[in-house]
């Protein structure tokens, strides 16, 4: 009965099938390049590595993999002489486009799998003036280029042109039914999904800054915000703030998630749910390590002393921010900060205290230096984690908390247009990952809601920060969309 059902879906509708099959299997690299003197041969030398772990992901049924950004050349190399001249989307190089397309175009046809990377490129104009890119670009299954995206924000890139968006074709529909927007490293400060793209993937070289700008809570919170999911491949050096990868759902879900004080690779593969139907993923905790519970739950396996490894920067211009030390030895606290028009309302239930602890509201509506881009208008809510009653001293990574909340709620009315997402993180540089993200539109303004309601310690920052310049959080229906959800739950 249920097989006839599919068949009437399907006959109804012919995007369907795509729909409900839509979950797959995926895979991110956190990766350590190798770096020798010969460009060409660092190169060859990292695709060789790259093969490795397509193989390994074959094995376990991938469908596609994502490497991150200067995976291939190394961080900040000298791009003159790793940059390629690489051809458009549509084209299956070969010996005519150089030994290094090559070889990725068969790595991708060798497995079939697509495989998204990162690499240098190189374009020279009518005026014979060379311009340079950091340059994604996904592979099919055949070895062809399905697309090609010029990283457009820079940071401390001097030496590269950032790229337009004009240009760009970020977007792909894969033969398992699912279209991803390709995004570079700090687009998830700037950028938002298009409006039919419920997927994400990431080449990346993020600098994790305590304590709002971390890797993987950024990642959590914008797969969170925008209802997407997220498969983001971090370059992988810790002793300069490289390091976070993981594979986030569009309801918050970790399937896999990775960072270390460790200078190493990781693998991590995962079963990807649908994001319109399939929002319980019960039938995929066999096979995913998923996370959607109090931190009490979790077996980390970055629990270890080499974590403290992990060499995060810091980024708290105190002096600017409005602040209130928080009463612990309350347990029901209900407390609202206001800096200049914005404010922010916090309730907060607590279940073990600690006489040393001491945490802090902050709040803060103005200009803000993030990664170099000064940004006009930037709004944060959160608690922070401080060393001493000194607000200079929020933030920081050596603070250790012992306090243990059962519940924490942040309130806040923006402007409609704003856009912005949860940004949590534990003492172990991981976000929290119990917690219930709301963005509601009410009339011209927007109430945003972050909840956590189990038990959570070893809180660091947990908060709603604004992030998009461009585009829109809204999530938007078509009727044809809606007629599919409509038949889904008449059909089954």
């Not at 005026?127 to 940071?155: C, D, M, Q, W």
């Not at 995962?270 to 905790?285: E, F, G, L, P």
């Not at 009490?296 to 970055?302: E, K, N």
């Not at 709620?409 to 993200?437: G, H, M, Q, Y």
């Amino acid at each position: 009965m249920a097989s006839a059902n599919l068949c009437l879906c399907t006959l109804i509708l012919i995007s369907i099938s795509q729909i409900c099959f839509g979950d797959y299997r995926a895979a991110v690299v956190e990766y350590q390049p190798v770096e020798l003197a010969d460009a060409n041969i660092t190169m060859e030398s990292n695709i060789k590595e790259y093969r490795s772990f397509v193989e390994q992901a074959k094995k376990n049924g991938v469908l596609i993999i994502v490497f991150p950004e200067y995976g291939l050349t190394g961080y900040n190399p000298n791009v003159t002489a790793y940059a390629l001249e690489i051809p458009d989307v549509g084209i299956k190089p070969n010996h005519t486009n150089g030994l290094i397309l090559e070889k990725l175009t068969d790595l991708a046809q060798s497995f079939e799998m697509y495989v998204v990377l990162n690499l240098l490129e190189k374009k020279t104009n009518t005026n014979n003036k060379t311009f340079y890119y950091s340059t994604n670009l996904a592979f099919n299954p055949k070895g062809e280029i399905v697309a090609k995206s010029r990283k457009t924000h820079l940071f401390d890139e001097s030496n590269l042109t950032a790229g337009k968006p004009s240009e760009n074709t970020n977007t792909f529909e894969t033969v398992f039914g699912v279209t991803f927007q390709l995004f570079s490293t700090y687009d998830l400060i700037w950028e938002n999904p298009k409006s039919n793209v419920r997927d994400i993937v990431y080449p990346s070289s993020w600098i994790s800054t305590l304590p709002f700008y971390h890797s993987l809570s950024v990642q959590h919170g914008y797969a969170e915000a925008n209802k997407v999911n997220l498969l983001a491949a971090n370059l992988n050096n810790p002793s300069v703030a490289l390091g976070g990868s993981g594979i986030f759902g569009s309801n918050g879900t970790a399937y896999q998630y990775y960072i270390s004080g460790k200078t190493a690779s990781k693998l991590l593969t995962a079963t990807v749910v649908n994001t319109i139907y399939n929002v319980s993923v019960t039938r995929h905790i066999t096979q995913n390590k998923f996370f959607k519970g109090g931190l009490g739950s979790f077996d980390f396996d970055d629990d270890k002393p080499e974590i403290l490894n992990y060499k995060s920067n810091r980024l708290f211009e105190n002096k600017k921010y409005a602040t209130k030390t928080l009463d612990l030895s309350k347990h029901n606290i209900q407390e609202k900060i206001c800096h200049r028009s914005f404010c922010c309302q916090f309730n907060i239930n607590v279940t073990t205290n600690s006489s040393s602890d001491i945490y802090k509201l902050v709040a803060y509506n103005g200009p803000i230096d993030i990664y170099g881009t000064h940004k006009k208008n930037q709004k944060v809510c959160s608690i922070v984690a401080c060393e001493t009653s000194d607000d200079s001293t929020c933030g920081s990574r050596t603070v250790e908390p012992n306090t243990k909340f059962s519940n924490i709620l942040v309130e806040s009315t923006v402007a409609n247009t704003n856009s912005f997402i949860p940004l949590t993180l534990t003492t172990k540089l991981v976000p929290i990952f119990n917690t219930t993200f709301d963005s509601t539109a009410v009339k011209n303004d927007r109430k945003l809601t972050l909840l956590s309601e189990l038990e959570t310690g070893s809180v660091l920052a947990f908060g709603i920060v604004e992030t998009s310049i461009s585009g829109s959080t809204t999530v938007t229906f078509s009727f044809a969309l809606m007629s599919i959800i409509l038949l889904r739950y008449i059909l089954f």
